[in-house]
């Protein structure tokens, strides 16, 4: 009796666990039949024996595919967003780069030519005062001619202001008793390079410092810079400290007449002093250069050989008669003045 009681308890269990499956099979197929076609691939993957059915029955498939289609969308749609973003070209701005003409690069002039044209510039603001324009001529005497006794100057490129004859009119070895007639040549008729220049060459390589002293003499007194500084050459070869055996001053080698009360043994002032000197001298001779030049060696108008010669007071009192050719032709060319020796009185000195 126990035994069948056993038997029948077992039978029950087995037919009540067999419905109890059944069921949940039927409810398990039911939900994934009618599960949404958007349910995420996270949820298709924890289903797990129920993905094989999903395939075989073309389900999971179409589901697959849509779920690309959307990824593939939204990408889309994201990358338009993305390039929406980006700022469009300006039409009106590519247009007016096209009509634009190019502009095309200055060359540069090289450091030597800005060298040269600075140069140049310099020397012609020097020009103005210093011996061209209004108080020098390209040309010199060239083509030139004067009255009196020396008509024509015999003007060349070596010799533009004049030859030795010219100067020194009617003053001969030959003839020791004629009298010196200077032409009546103006200032403005003379050729003279300018204080730059003179002051780059190497001849006048003892006045370049004091530059400064004889273009603010020439600029007071118009007398040309050049020829300042030609008369330093010639007297003293620009040393301030020369003191001349006859008592003169400086530089420009002034008598002490000329310095009472002003102390000549500074350059400034010895070249200021020489020049409102030698111009009172050209304004006083009615504009002769030549005459005016003369003066400054102690020529005066009817020299003769035998008086500029004479050596009564000393060798170095004679008057040097090479002093006008070694001044206009030679100093004031950019020449050296010393080797222009014709006469050469004071060679012997």
Known sequence: MRFNSIILTVFLATIMSLQVSSSAADAGINGMVNEPVSRSLDTEEAIGSTS????NTGMGKQRHVKRCRASSQSKSQFAHKKDDKKPKPDKSKKMTKSKAKPVKPKPESSSKEQ???KDNSDDS???KSSGSGPLGSVKGLLGLSFGGQCSNPHASKESPNGDINFLNCGLSKNNPNGKWSPPNVKMSQLKFISSSQAAKSGVFGGCAKYKSAFDSASKSTGVPAVLLMSFAMQE????????GKNGEIGMMQLTPDKCKGKNCWDPTTNVR??????KSQLDGF???ALQAIGIYNGWQKGLTYNRATSQQYGCHAQNNLDYLNQLLNGWAQGKMGYKMKVYNNLGKC
């Open 115 to 117: 060298k040269s044209n």
């Open 125 to 127: 603001d020097d020009d």
């Open 236 to 243: 003293s070869t620009c040393n301030p400290g020369v003191h």
């Open 52 to 55: 094989l059915w999903k395939r």
């Open 286 to 288: 009615g504009g002769n």
């Open 273 to 278: 002093v020489a020049a409102q000197y030698f």
